[in-house]
């Protein structure tokens, strides 16, 4: 049975940083693009970042590059989102997911975690 928890959300002021993590049981990680995603109440969900199977090719929504970073650790089947120079609209619930290739298109991920809860106060 596969699993993804994502863990690492909560409630920080504008300005501030968070670290999300993923990890993942019943499957081989490191055979996986992974992508974090959002979805904030009334909003379609949104490909936030991605990254290839070995980690050597990322991609970021506009509205977060420069601000958040992907990485992964394949030893410790961990997906990771440091996230820094957060704004009230970075409020979301945000979601693991694993994939077969590196894509912010939601449809393409086959499983998904439960989400962690990031709120920005302004």
């Known amino acids: 049975q596969v699993q993804v928890v994502e863990s690492g959300g909560g409630l920080v002021q504008a300005g501030g940083s968070l670290r999300l993590s993923c990890t993942t049981s019943?499957?081989?990680?490191?055979?996986?693009?992974m992508g974090w995603f959002r979805q904030a109440p009334g909003k379609e969900r949104e490909g936030v970042s991605c990254?290839?199977?070995?980690?050597?090719?990322?991609n970021y929504a506009a509205s977060v590059r420069g601000r958040f970073t992907i990485s992964r650790d394949n030893a410790k089947n961990t997906l990771y989102l440091q996230m820094n120079s957060l704004k009230p609209e970075d409020t979301a619930m945000y979601y693991c997911?694993?994939?077969?290739?590196?894509?912010?298109?939601?449809?393409?991920?086959?499983?998904w975690g439960q989400g962690t809860q990031v709120t920005v106060s302004s």
């Open positions: 997911a694993a994939g077969p290739y590196c894509t912010l298109a939601p449809r393409s991920f086959r499983y």
């Open positions: 019943g499957l081989t990680f490191k055979d996986y693009g």
């Open positions: 990254i290839t199977w070995d980690g050597t090719n990322t």
